[in-house]
């Protein structure tokens, strides 16, 4: 199978020529941010009123399928890692709404998440807890940039993003949401660094509409290593899986469960698939690593696919398929040595992805152990 392939006008940075920031406050920070995540996972059993434990953010989730992800004949500077030759990989993929709620859809908003999982990727996972599961996890959202790049960012926007969507959605309260989220609650005076990149990424989080969660592109927004040199990821529909949708409008406001009801019906009815494909930094200034809420110009270098992920026809509508679904954990950080995280908020995301897994699994009575295929997840 030979994937198709632009090349880009530039050579590709290379990973050992990025330079992480470094912050001496960085470690104080990202504790006070755990624990914050733990204090609000453990609080969500009451506030979300569900009987369990949600998750701060992606809490509701819309189905986990089963999978098969297929990687091309990827050359020279594309076939880097898991990339680097032919293979087929079984695999499960989750969608979820990207807010910490439990609430008809019409309550949340349209950022979604898809979170794929691969299984019998060989080498040892960056997890120091499950170094030899086999697993491998891609975290994607339906939008190209992020709105937090430090850990004092997340620990300040964790806390205004649990009052989505009514902080934006209600008048009374816009302008001072606004106003706390670009000073991080008036801890920045000066405004030449107040967090404009951060807030217009948050805000174009609003824009994103309503639509078939398969006719969504999912992009990583954080940058990995990629072999020797670094890039982001994203999933975009196939124009033939594209075309084939039949369930084209989401009408929240008819259907409580109009995301859901959506995928279950289109999962049933006919396969679907992706093309996974990875975009090179060729350039650190114009494509930072550190600043996730800036988009990186494809001018500079453009997406090229990588691998395919196909969605058999399947029946996802149990009550089952839910609880398999809140029950898996995906995380970034669940990767390899040529595909590492890389920036302070990717870093960030290494323990608070964990210890919010570890604690919502124990507040639910669940075992946390990593599946070992789709089968073992869906029968």
């Not at 529909?237 to 259907?255: G, K």
């Not at 029950?327 to 323990?351: D, K, L, M, Y």
Request: glycine fraction near 8%; charge should be negative.
């Amino acid at each position: 199978m030979a994937l198709s392939q632009r090349g880009s006008t530039m050579d590709p940075v290379r990973y050992e020529d990025y330079r992480p920031v470094e912050r001496p406050s960085y470690q104080a920070e990202l504790d006070a941010v755990v624990a914050q995540v733990a204090q609000r996972t453990g609080a969500s059993v009451e506030r979300e009123a569900v009987g369990r434990a949600v998750r701060t953010a992606h809490g509701k989730t819309y189905g986990l399928l089963k999978a098969t992800v297929t990687v091309g004949d990827n050359r020279g500077f594309h076939g880097q890692g898991i990339f680097a030759r032919p293979t087929v990989y079984d695999a499960v993929v989750r969608y979820s709404n990207g807010l910490g709620h439990q609430r008809p859809d019409h309550q949340l908003g349209a950022a979604c998440g898809m979170g794929i999982k691969l299984f019998g990727v060989p080498g040892r996972s960056l997890l120091a807890d499950e170094p030899d599961t086999g697993t491998f996890d891609l975290n994607l959202i339906n939008n190209d940039v992020f709105f937090a790049n430090t850990a004092y960012d997340y620990m300040v926007v964790e806390e205004l993003f649990a009052e989505l969507p009514e902080g934006l959605a209600n008048p009374a309260r816009r302008k001072t949401w606004m106003a706390e989220f670009l000073t991080r609650r008036g801890t920045l005076t000066d405004p030449d660094g107040w967090l404009w990149d951060e807030l217009f990424a948050m805000l174009s989080f609003t824009t994103v509409p309503r639509r078939n969660l398969l006719s969504y592109t999912y992009n990583s927004m954080g940058a990995f290593r990629y072999g020797d040199h670094i890039a982001k990821i994203r999933t975009v529909p196939t124009a033939e899986s594209l075309a084939a949708l039949t369930h084209q409008i989401v009408d929240v406001r008819a259907d409580n469960e109009a995301f859901r009801r959506t995928l279950v019906a289109e999962a049933t009815e006919r396969d679907h698939s992706f093309e996974l494909q990875v975009q090179l930094n060729t350039d650190l200034a114009r494509m930072p690593v550190d600043n996730t809420s800036v988009k990186w110009p494809e001018e500079l270098s453009p997406w090229v696919t990588v691998a395919r992920v196909d969605l058999p026809r399947q029946d996802i509508g149990g009550e089952d398929n839910v609880e398999a679904a809140d029950a898996t954990s995906i995380t970034p950080w669940r990767s390899r040595e040529e595909h590492r995280p890389i920036g302070e908020i990717q870093r960030v995301r290494q323990e608070v992805y964990r210890r919010s897994s570890i604690e919502r699994h124990r507040l639910n009575g669940q075992q946390r152990r990593e599946p070992v295929s789709s089968a073992q997840l869906l029968g």
